[in-house]
């Protein structure tokens, strides 16, 4: 995500890396980069400009020219004022009600049904609630089944009164069945538009005028762009919601809604959408954003993802094995699928200091452990949990049931045996005290 920013604000911030001697001159030169580089993001020019003239006023402020680092000075001053610029502070989502109302607003093609669910998926799994999703949709070809289809993949309940045209008397039955059969979050779905429209905004305000939610987000689609941002005044005008919901940032996003839409609604961004599946969904971190923005990496992210992932059960079980050299290719592949359930490929690398800018280029496929895993499932029991029995001819065999050649099969076995000692070197709790030391971090 916000590629294109990330590339043009390092090349913006490169003159002050050691390239001659830090000046005024510079600086001023550095910060006109920057702004254009926002301005190619979609950002506001009046945002863009403000920007850079509290940057530039903070580092000759700080004695940037006689600083002992001046461009780490700089680097820090830029990292800390789009901190500011898209919030601050992380914002929470308010779940005090019986049950808790979100209502969910947008345009039409935004990806508000979607993430409808995605959230559902969210409070279910992270904050253990009993959500119920109400599709008030009345307009939308196939809207109401679209979110059947979503309740049925996530296992969460579907409120839909078919044929019935009015959003309003939906949305107040959805809540009192809610009550009756103990969901305490309703998540509502409501019609979006191709553009902002009388019709529908007063048609909203009637659903949150009966609903009195405890929550009115705000859902808009991250490519868009500086549309976004406007479109985002239009309904706060109107609804005066609680906080935006940013979709598709894992798309070519330029990263000008992100980077402006505080400042214009003055309303919090809450959650991100970072790809298709269920639990592609994130809360918002604006410190963490402008730490990927400017290519340091986000490891808290990364580290919160793989401790969702880790099951200490599991863990001790795979050490007793290690223990006894008896780590399989079985073993292998829970942990195949352990690192698939943290998100994408890319946005995982995105998440690593200085990867996502030496892979840039590199094409980093989401099948990339496809054929690693078709090998295995390609040998026997037997092969699965002794590996040192695959002999040539197995090789052989494993390779045309897998679809890949010898040369393959033998490329995965010395890499096997190579992850196996250096586990085997890190059992005795070198690996769980890394994780506990990397909580500790993230605390």
């Given at each position: 995500m916000f590629d294109n920013l990330s590339d043009k604000l390092d090349k913006a911030l490169h003159v002050l890396k050691g390239?001659?001697?830090?000046?005024?001159?510079?600086?001023?030169?550095?910060?006109?980069?920057?702004?254009?580089?926002?301005?190619?993001?979609?950002?506001?020019?009046?945002?863009?400009?403000?920007?850079?003239?509290?940057?530039?006023?903070?580092?000759?402020?700080?004695?940037?020219?006689?600083?002992?680092?001046?461009?780490?000075?700089?680097?820090?001053?830029?990292?800390?004022?789009?901190?500011?610029?898209?919030?601050?502070?992380?914002?929470?989502?308010?779940?005090?009600?019986?049950?808790?109302?979100?209502?969910?607003?947008?345009?039409?093609?935004?990806?508000?049904?979607?993430?409808?669910?995605?959230?559902?998926?969210?409070?279910?799994?992270?904050?253990?609630?009993?959500?119920?999703?109400?599709a008030c949709d009345v307009y939308r070809p196939a809207a109401i089944n679209q979110l059947h289809v979503v309740g049925d993949q996530i296992g969460v309940e579907v409120f839909s009164d078919e044929g019935n045209m009015d959003p309003v008397d939906i949305a107040t039955k959805a809540v009192a069945y809610a009550k009756q059969n103990g969901h305490n979050v309703v998540i509502v779905d409501t019609a979006g538009r191709l553009a902002v429209d009388e019709e529908m905004m007063k048609e909203i305000e009637n659903v949150h005028r009966a609903l009195n939610p405890d929550e009115t987000l705000f859902v808009v689609d991250a490519m868009t762009g500086q549309d976004a941002v406007n479109t985002a005044k239009a309904f706060n005008d109107r609804l005066n919601f609680d906080g935006v919901i940013l979709t598709k940032l894992d798309g070519d996003t330029r990263g000008g809604a992100a980077i402006s839409i505080k400042t214009v609604v003055n309303k919090p961004i809450k959650f991100i959408g970072t790809g298709e599946k269920m639990d592609a969904i994130d809360v918002f971190y604006p410190e963490r954003m402008a730490d990927r923005i400017l290519g340091m990496g986000d490891v808290i992210s990364l580290v919160e993802r793989a401790q969702e992932q880790f099951d200490e059960e599991e863990a001790r079980k795979l050490q007793k094995k290690i223990a006894k050299n008896q780590f399989g290719f079985d073993d292998f592949l829970k942990q195949i699928n352990q690192v698939k359930k943290m998100g994408s490929m890319k946005d995982l690398v995105g998440m690593i200091p200085g990867a996502g800018k030496a892979l840039k280029d590199v094409d980093i496929d989401d099948d990339a452990f496809k054929h690693i895993e078709a090998i295995i499932h390609s040998m026997t029991p037997e092969e699965r949990s002794i590996p040192s029995t695959i002999n040539a001819s197995r090789k052989k065999r494993i390779a045309k049931g897998s679809g890949t050649s010898v040369q393959q099969i033998n490329q995965l076995l010395k890499q096997f045996d190579q992850m196996s000692k250096m586990m085997k070197m890190m059992q005795g709790g070198g690996g769980r005290k890394m994780m506990q030391m990397m909580g500790k971090m993230k605390q």
């Open positions: 390239h001659g001697s830090i000046t005024e001159v510079n600086v001023a030169e550095t910060l006109k980069e920057v702004r254009r580089a926002l301005l190619d993001a979609d950002v506001n020019f009046k945002i863009a400009k403000d920007f850079t003239n509290t940057v530039k006023e903070k580092a000759l402020g700080q004695n940037v020219l006689t600083a002992l680092q001046p461009s780490q000075l700089m680097v820090k001053i830029v990292k800390d004022e789009l901190t500011a610029l898209m919030g601050g502070d992380v914002a929470g989502i308010n779940l005090k009600g019986s049950p808790s109302v979100i209502l969910m607003s947008g345009l039409q093609g935004s990806g508000k049904t979607t993430f409808s669910g995605k959230l559902a998926n969210f409070l279910k799994t992270k904050k253990t609630k009993k959500p119920l999703l109400v």
